[in-house]
């Protein structure tokens, strides 16, 4: 499976709302609800910020939400704020029973 | 509260097996963990998994490569990856995720990383 595709960046002033697609196949993103979004800051260890399409795990700003329409899923961050600057990569299971990586979007707070 | 720790060397020489290691704290239940790794400047590449009742699963591009494998009694998961390239250098993570209530959950508790690099 070949990794998910991401836009490599995406920008948005405070208090905007922005979207980051992730464009996957019916091999993984358009087979199964489980795609996942983790929110990574320079040096840090990933985040999950967004599990099974659409859940926010305990802790996460409401601010993030989650979709999915056929092969494409998606992240919306409303109400930027300048902690929301950070890389972000979706995450799909796959029909191979192997978990698959999009590339990654450096979000940047204007 | 559940944490997980790598260990392992900084350096490796090509065409050498590296051994990485995930010690967990905090429980000895629920050791389902899944090695993650990100090349500098790069994406995250998920590598394998092994679930709470050690099915074991392998990413179809490196399987050939890497061997995943539990001591419960030490609470650690290690990998193992033959014959490296530099291409391996990267920062190795690994993540719990759990197969729970007929789902799977997402990699919800990761690691702090380690760095390897593949290099004479």
């Known amino acids: 499976h070949s990794a998910l595709t991401q836009p490599a960046s995406v920008s948005g002033s405070p208090g905007q709302s922005i979207t980051i697609s992730c464009i996957g196949t019916s091999s993984d993103v358009g087979d199964y609800d489980y795609v996942s979004w983790y929110q990574q800051h320079p040096g840090k260890a990933p985040k999950v910020m967004i599990y099974?399409?659409?859940k926010r795990p305990s802790g996460v700003s409401s601010r993030f939400s989650g979709s999915k329409s056929g092969d494409t899923a998606s992240l919306t961050i409303s109400g930027l704020q300048g902690e929301d600057e950070a890389v972000y990569y979706c995450s799909s299971y796959t029909s191979s029973t192997t978990w698959v990586f999009g590339g990654g979007t450096k979000l940047t707070v204007l | 509260q559940v944490t997980l720790r790598e260990s392992g060397p900084a350096l490796v020489e090509p065409t050498q097996t590296l051994t990485l290691t995930c010690t967990f704290s905090?429980?000895?239940?629920?050791?389902?963990v899944s090695w993650i790794r990100q090349p500098p400047g790069k994406a995250l590449e998920w590598l394998a998994h092994i679930d709470c009742d050690d099915d074991k699963y392998y990413s179809t591009s490196l399987k050939t490569r890497l061997i995943i494998s539990k001591d419960t009694s030490k609470s650690q998961v290690v990998l193992t990856m033959s014959n490296v390239d530099r291409l391996d250098t990267a920062t190795y993570y690994c993540?719990?995720?759990?197969?729970?209530?007929?789902?799977?959950?997402?990699?919800?508790?990761w690691g702090q990383g380690t760095v390897v690099t593949v290099s004479s």
């Open positions: 905090g429980t000895t239940s629920a050791m389902c």
């Open positions: 099974d399409v659409n």
């Open positions: 993540a719990r995720m759990m197969w729970k209530f007929g789902r799977w959950s997402p990699f919800d508790i």
